[in-house]
């Protein structure tokens, strides 16, 4: 079954160290997403791929990147992380059609100490 | 630009109770709605969805309307279980703005036996 996976599930850090999450997906879709989520604020858009070596800003992208060398990947990257960067990540995916679905892998929940 | 508001929670029900989760929502175009629902320690899965106003969305019971004149689309359930238990996000997909999702803060339900 197709499906969408990230890497690590859970993750303790230290501020200023450089942390990558990884997200795999099987569906084949063209439009990936990585969202962070926090209480109080729901799900905010982080970054997000039209296609490989497509990158786009979301709503809160600073001190995150992301890259997409091929259609099942995209990492999120955290240059140096800070305290404010501790939530629960998660990664989407959905096709370039208009019905719209967003299929989410399970989340990674970061730490910065 | 587009928005969702959702109610405040948390929502805390006895079982076989009555359920109502307003939704509401500003957006240009002819947006689709959405509710997701996040169990505890997953990612979020669509629940139900609705393309164009009038249709009504219905999965597991629950279900919901869009209504194009109030801008709402609340979610319902005529009688919850402990099983329904989980967070509850209404979400707006508008091809006139990208292939971007937003998202309400999230409704966190509780349902005791």
């Known amino acids: 079954d197709a499906e969408i996976t990230q890497s690590p599930r859970h993750k303790i850090t230290e501020t200023g160290r450089q942390v990558t999450l990884a997200c795999h997906q099987t569906w084949n879709h063209n439009n990936m997403f990585w969202y962070r989520q926090d209480l109080g604020h729901g799900l905010r858009l982080i970054h997000y791929?039209?296609?490989?070596?497509?990158?786009n800003k979301g709503e809160v992208s600073d001190g995150y990147s992301v890259s997409r060398s091929n259609t099942e990947d995209l990492p999120l990257t955290l240059e140096s992380a800070a305290s404010s960067q501790t939530s629960v990540y998660f990664c989407?995916?959905?096709?370039?059609?208009?019905?719209?679905?967003?299929?989410f892998g399970e989340g990674s929940r970061l730490t910065v100490l | 630009g587009n928005s969702v508001t959702q109610m405040e929670g948390p929502v805390t029900l006895s079982e076989e109770a009555f359920l109502t989760i307003n939704c509401t929502y500003t957006?240009?175009?002819?947006?689709?709605l959405f509710w997701y629902v996040q169990y505890p320690g997953e990612g979020l899965q669509l629940l139900l969805k609705a393309t164009k106003a009038d249709d009504k969305g219905s999965n597991k019971g629950f279900e919901a309307t869009y209504r194009k004149e109030t801008t709402s689309f609340h979610l319902e359930k005529g009688s919850v279980q402990v099983s329904d238990s989980a967070v509850y996000f209404c979400?707006?997909?508008?091809?006139?703005?990208?292939?971007?999702?937003?998202f309400g803060t999230g409704t966190s339900l509780t349902v005791i036996p």
């Open positions: 957006a240009t175009g002819y947006p689709s």
């Open positions: 989407a995916s959905s096709k370039s059609s208009n019905t719209g679905e967003l299929f």
């Open positions: 979400a707006l997909y508008s091809p006139d703005t990208g292939n971007q999702f937003y």
């Open positions: 791929s039209y296609g490989v070596q497509d990158t």
